[in-house]
C-alpha cells in the first residue's frame, strides 16, 4: 500500500524559513516523480513543484521559483520542499503526491503552513 | 497561466447523472490529452478519480467516466450515490512541465 506521510508545517512570520518532509514507503520511490500540490484556506488545488526520479530535473510555479526548492534522498524514500521568503500567500495546506503518466495519483494527508506575524 | 474553469457548484438526486465541466485553452486542455480529476472530501486529501482524459484507476467505480472536446473536459457521474457529494477538480498539463488545475466544483447529491 502506498504511504505518503507529510510533516515539517507549522506557523512561521512572513520573510521566515520552513523545510518540508514527505517519508514514501510502499512502492519504488527511486523510480517515481514526485510533486507538491497547495491548497490554500477554502481555495483549489495548486500545483506548486516537481522532481525527477534521480533530482536531475525540478520544475516550480513562477510565484515559488527562487524561493522554494524540492529535492529528494532516494536512499531515505524522502521528498522536500525548502521555502524561503515565505508570504502570506503561500499558506496552504501542502500535499506530497506521487507522479505517474502525466497525473497525480497518490497523495499524503498534507502537512500546514501558516505564514502570518 | 490561468486556473482552469469549473462551475462552483453541480447538484442531482440519488440515481440521476451529473456532469461536471473543466475549461481551459488551446494552451493546456485542447493540447494535451492529459487531463485528470481529482475527489476530495471535506477534511480528506484529494483522490484521483480520472486520468488520461477518460481512463480509470483500479478501485473507481465505472460509475465515474471522463471526456473531452477541443479546450474542455467533462467529468461525468452516473447513479448519483449520497458518498458521491464532495469537491471535484480537474487538472490538465501546460506544457513546459507545468501543470494547472481547476478551481473545483461543489457536487451536491440531494
Redesign the interface.
Known sequence: EVQLVESGGGLVQPGGSLTLSCAASGFTFSTSWM?W?RQAPG?????VA?IKEDGS?K?Y?ASVKGRFTISRDNAKNSLFLQMNSLRAEDTAVY?CTTHH??????????TVVTVSS | QS?LTQPPSASGSPGQSVTISCTGTSSDVGA?N?V?W?QQHPG?????MI??VSKR?SGVPDRFSGSKSDNTASLTVSGLQAEDEADY?C?S?AGI????????TKLTVL
Open positions: 510533486t500540490v481555495k483549489g488545488l495548486e500545483w516537481n530535473q520544475d510555479l500535499y503518466k502525466w497525473t497525480f495519483d497518490f497523495w499524503g494527508q498534507g | 486556473a494535451y492529459h485528470s481529482y480528506k486529501a484529494p483522490k484521483l486520468f488520461e484507476p477538480y487538472s498539463y512541465n507545468y501543470w494547472l488545475f481547476g478551481g473545483g
